[in-house]
């Protein structure tokens, strides 16, 4: 069964200090795999789309990797405003269309 | 500016009542979703559009329906044989074909009591 786990549910952070988020996934016929922002009470803000091993994203802050079987969003020295939750979907072969599965996220909180 | 609008915001409604839930987009997207957003889960498809009057159901698409007339709007309605409603509901786009990331619209949340 096609699957997304995101690892920690939770991270705090102090402002500077940085760190890694985890997704782990296990699809058949990995198309593509997206990293997305959600502020609380809002829809999800698109970051990157990953589509081969080896590749790396970078956008201000962020930079995200992807392996065969992981990708890593990446914080480097964080602000409060980095504060969100970090949803990772990867796209699955489902019948020719489009279909995302996604993980529950990770909550990141930075402190002053 | 291009994006997706959803509308209303915040909905209440009680229970047994059928609500409909607006989503219009200006991107000239082909395909259109709706998913539900509970705490601690992931996005669930709900139902998809890859073109107008034509719809597939998604993995939890009991109790909701979805019209496809125009190519903007993807209206979704929540009926009451949905068993547990109150939910955060996220409508998206994106272009046609498979290699493409999906744009989100700011959400409604329904609360049904």
């Known amino acids: 069964e096609d699957q997304v786990t995101q690892s920690p549910e939770a991270l705090r952070l102090q402002e500077g200090e940085s760190s890694s988020l985890n997704c782990s996934y296990t699809?058949?016929?990995?198309?593509?795999l997206f990293w997305y922002r959600q502020d609380p009470g809002k829809g999800p803000e698109f970051l990157f789309t990953?589509?081969?091993a080896g590749e790396e994203k970078e956008k201000e802050r962020l930079k995200a990797t992807l392996t065969k079987k992981e990708s890593f969003l990446h914080i480097t020295a964080p602000k409060p405003e980095d504060s969100a939750t970090y949803l990772c979907a990867v796209q699955a072969r489902a019948g020719g269309y489009n279909k995302l599965i996604f993980g529950a996220g990770t909550r990141l909180a930075v402190h002053p | 500016d291009g994006g997706i609008t959803q509308s209303p915001k915040y909905l209440f409604r009680k229970e047994g009542q059928n609500v409909t839930l607006s989503c219009e987009q200006n991107l000239n997207h082909d395909a259109m979703y709706w998913y539900r957003q509970d705490p601690g889960q992931g996005l669930r498809l709900i139902y998809y559009?890859?073109?107008?009057?034509?719809?597939q159901k998604g993995d939890i698409a009991e109790g909701y329906s979805v019209s496809r007339e125009k190519k903007e709007s993807f209206p979704l309605t929540v009926t009451s044989a949905q068993k547990n409603p109150t939910a955060f509901y996220l409508c998206?786009?994106?272009?046609?074909?498979?290699?493409?990331?999906?744009?989100f619209g700011p959400g409604t949340r329904l609360t049904v009591t």
């Open positions: 998206a786009s994106s272009p046609a074909g498979v290699y493409h990331e999906q744009y």
């Open positions: 699809v058949s016929g990995l198309r593509g």
């Open positions: 559009s890859q073109i107008v009057n034509d719809f």
């Open positions: 990953l589509y081969s």
